[in-house]
């Protein structure tokens, strides 16, 4: 089989015209709105989860972190949204693209970094150069403390991807396996057919959980900063 293993993750087109934007566009067409006075159970099972994280997000930050709770509330629904949508067959994951996923860290953690030299000046300094450091280290540490600060974006972006990247392999490789197998040693096709079961369930575990913790850890960097 000489199936490129990475082809479900280029990026799709239609009558050769790229789909990226369609398809990013097509979570918030799944969030579900409700104008009628009392919501079906949908609208408010939706209504409860939202609330929830909002609450478990934004319960350590004070009112100037609170003012963000809106845009953490709307990219870890897109995330999740998106995630879960490239599960589905002949589908396309936006957040395996680590572009994308750079577009959304780089502008949210500068946003967290500026909000912090604003308000909270002294204090975002101090953290470059840990209390008590012997004076011939203080370049050093300043330098190494700089980088890993200048990393937390891509690392906030390579985790994501990295994490929805392998899952989307695992899957992938199941399958395949299950395809050639199943006419060869039906015992172990059933086998690798109930892993990838397990698997695809743990992968709408995974979509949930990186979605979390990517905003997680933009309200972290955000706590930090006010």
Do not use: C, D
């Not at 009392?38 to 478990?56: G, S, Y």
């Not at 500068?110 to 004076?135: C, D, E, I, M, Y």
């Not at 197998?181 to 959980?209: D, F, G, H």
């Amino acid at each position: 089989m000489n199936e490129n293993l990475f082809a479900p993750f280029s990026a799709p087109t239609i009558l050769n015209q790229p789909a990226t934007i369609p398809i990013i566009l097509l979570p918030t067409l799944l969030v579900l709105t409700s104008k009628h006075p009392i919501n079906n159970r949908l609208t408010t099972i939706q209504q409860n989860l939202t609330q929830f994280t909002l609450k478990q997000m934004m319960k350590t930050h004070n009112a100037k972190g609170q003012t963000w709770s809106l845009m953490l509330m709307s990219l870890i629904t897109f995330i999740a949204m998106t995630n879960l949508l490239g599960l589905l067959p002949y589908s396309f994951t936006p957040t395996t693209q680590l572009s994308m996923n750079l577009a959304m860290a780089i502008p949210l953690w500068t946003g967290t970094v500026v909000v912090g030299l604003r308000f909270k000046t002294k204090n975002s300094l101090a953290h470059l150069l840990p209390q008590g450091t012997p004076t011939p280290l203080i370049p050093m540490l300043v330098a190494i403390e700089t980088i890993s600060l200048l990393i937390q974006p891509v690392a906030l972006a390579v985790r994501l991807t990295a994490n929805i990247t392998a899952g989307h392999l695992l899957i992938h490789l199941s399958g395949n396996a299950v395809l050639a197998l199943s006419t060869i040693n039906p015992s172990m096709t059933l086998l690798i057919s109930t892993l990838l079961v397990l698997l695809t369930v743990l992968e709408i575990a995974v979509a949930l959980i990186q979605a979390y913790v990517f905003t997680l850890l933009i309200s972290l960097y955000l706590r930090n900063n006010t």
